[in-house]
């Protein structure tokens, strides 16, 4: 057993060997001995009645424990880190601090663009902008990562995300409800169309972000019952994303927001007609959490995004509940 239970340092450790692959890398990058590095994987695995490695002539592995341990370390660091990054006390008292998770959304970093050219020179300033899985943001948010999550919300998965948000005390406040549309590049053979149908996407290859193993629930992306397309591209970031569509076939589905201040004129959007559901795109954030001054103005700026889009795309506007958040 270790004097006074587990150690955040001993989570760092934990999480450094699965970095480097051995206990022997690990201690190196450490700079401690490696009988001291073991001693503290078996202090942690007897005080928690686990295995967390698996030793074999091959090296070391992470049972299924054990990966779970490690998980919950990656939480528990990432709630440290955020915590001390918050109330370091030399910041200065000025200092402009936001932090937020998205869906790979233009409007999110749209609003960014806007905030950052709207900051004085002399006001010293830290943002993160992490753009990831539904459940990475919803994590960020509630480790207090990031003070916002932006996501998106349909009839099919209102059910189960209102339980699991509820269940981790966080709210959701819509932004804007969109129909689903279909991205194609400005040369595709829909892209003239003034709205296309699921089964004319049946002949060209999607192109979609990946989602790993999660449920459909927590896809960052419009799913279509019955998966329509018989050639699937996976991508993990905007760039490639943009980048098949512009040069391809390929399609994507989505709100339909589009900024060509963003993303240029390479990629067009065009309704899907024989869709019904929408998507209620919004942000979550915990309970009771009031919003800084600079959080509140990227979100004016979200909104003006937003609306901007609306405006040239002339997609239906729905009302919103953000003013009730930021008056």
């Not at 005080?47 to 998980?71: A, C, D, M, P």
């Not at 004319?200 to 193993?213: E, F, I, K, N």
């Not at 004129?265 to 600079?294: F, H």
Request: contains cysteine; charged residues 20%; glycine residues 4%.
């Amino acid at each position: 057993m270790t004097e006074g239970g587990m150690t955040l340092q001993q989570l760092r450790y934990i999480v450094e060997i699965s970095k480097s692959g051995s206990i022997t890398a690990a201690a190196k990058k450490l700079f401690i001995a490696q009988p001291s590095l073991s001693k503290v994987v078996k202090d942690l695995e007897e005080e928690f009645h686990i295995t967390i490695l698996k030793r074999s002539r091959h090296g070391i592995s992470f049972t299924t424990e054990g990966l779970e341990f490690l998980q919950f370390a990656h939480h528990i660091l990432e709630a440290s880190d955020a915590m001390e990054d918050y109330f370091r006390k030399e910041r200065l008292d000025e200092e402009l601090r936001l932090s937020v998770s998205s869906h790979h959304y233009l409007f999110a970093v749209d609003g960014l663009i806007n905030l950052l050219t709207n900051i004085p020179e002399e006001i010293p300033y830290t943002i993160r902008l992490r753009e990831g899985r539904t459940s990475e943001i919803i994590r960020d948010v509630l480790v207090s990562r990031s003070q916002i999550g932006i996501i998106y919300i349909t009839k099919r998965t209102e059910q189960f995300m209102s339980r699991l948000l509820t269940k981790n005390n966080l709210e959701f406040i819509p932004l804007h409800e969109f129909t689903p549309h279909v991205y194609v590049s400005s040369d595709h053979p829909l892209a003239g169309f003034s709205e296309v149908t699921t089964i004319q996407l049946t002949d060209y290859p999607h192109v979609c972000y990946d989602q790993g193993s999660e449920p459909k629930q927590l896809s960052e992306e419009f799913v279509i019952p019955n998966s329509i397309s018989k050639q699937t591209v996976y991508v993990s970031d905007r760039s490639s994303m943009l980048s098949i569509i512009a040069n391809t076939e390929a399609y994507n589905i989505g709100t339909g927001c589009l900024l060509p201040s963003v993303v240029g004129s390479e990629v067009v959007s065009v309704p899907i007609a024989d869709i019904s559901a929408t998507m209620r795109v919004g942000w979550i954030k915990q309970k009771n959490l009031p919003l800084t001054p600079e959080l509140a103005k990227y979100l004016h700026y979200i909104q003006v995004a937003l609306n901007k889009a609306v405006a040239d795309t002339h997609l239906p506007t729905t009302a919103s509940a953000y003013n009730t958040y930021v008056q």
